[in-house]
């Protein structure tokens, strides 16, 4: 079956460092892919999203490029800043039927000062 | 308001008490998601309606049990509930025949004693 995998967290960075982290998948077929963000005591946020491979998502900062060749859609940002401390989470949706996403684990991310 | 909105925010209850969770979305989407989020595990997908129908049930206890009376209005009612059961329940909404994208609420966050 479908299946997303993500970096092992937390990872810890300090302010302006720069992130990955990275997701790889298992589907048959061309799913779309997103990334999630969860603040703390409040629900998942649709960060950014690509539905084909070579697109590149890109939000708040942050992006992420579909790689079809690799089975890849790895986050990254240039300059984190304290705010930006969350969980993140990747996920796929198969482009046929209704929406149902597959997420990965999650990867919380600490930005300290 | 706008968004999905999910009430009670947070809900303690024994083992033979009866309570319900209530989601609302207000995006005009036609299909509706419950989704269960504990520490240290996946985010699980519980159940979806799609056009106030039930096309997906996860092996998903009988003491949960989903009610969708329109495409504004999910509910997960309480019953008999496992100290395991414990754990953050996301409510989400979608547009079918769209990007695919979920939208989520803030969650309702249950301890069972």
């Known amino acids: 079956g479908d299946s997303v995998t993500q970096m092992e967290g937390p990872v810890t960075l300090s302010e302006e460092a720069f992130l990955t982290i990275n997701c790889t998948y298992t589907?048959?077929?061309?799913?779309?892919l997103f990334w999630y963000v969860q603040y703390p005591g409040e629900g998942l946020q649709l960060l950014l999203k690509?539905?084909?491979?070579?697109d590149k998502g890109s939000n708040k900062g942050f992006e992420a490029t579909y790689r079809k060749e690799t089975t890849s859609f790895h986050l990254e940002k240039g300059s984190v800043q304290v705010s930006d401390s969350a969980v993140y989470f990747c996920a796929l949706r198969k482009n046929s039927g209704y929406s149902t996403l597959t997420f990965g684990k999650g990867t919380m991310l600490l930005v300290s000062p | 308001e706008t968004g999905v909105t999910q009430t009670p925010r947070h809900l303690v209850m024994g083992m033979t008490n009866k309570k319900s969770l209530k989601c609302e979305q207000h995006l005009g989407h036609n299909a509706m998601y419950w989704y269960k989020q504990s520490a240290k595990k996946p985010l699980e997908l519980m159940f979806v309606y799609s056009l106030e129908e039930r096309v997906e049930n996860n092996s998903v206890p009988s003491r949960f049990s989903p009610e969708c009376p329109n495409s504004s209005h999910l509910f997960l009612h309480l019953h008999t509930l496992q100290p395991e059961d414990s754990a953050l329940y996301l409510c989400?909404?979608?547009?079918?025949?769209?990007?695919?994208?979920?939208?989520f609420g803030e969650g309702s966050r249950l301890t069972v004693l």
């Open positions: 589907a048959t077929g061309y799913p779309s």
């Open positions: 989400a909404s979608s547009q079918e025949q769209g990007p695919g994208e979920l939208f």
């Open positions: 690509a539905t084909k491979a070579d």
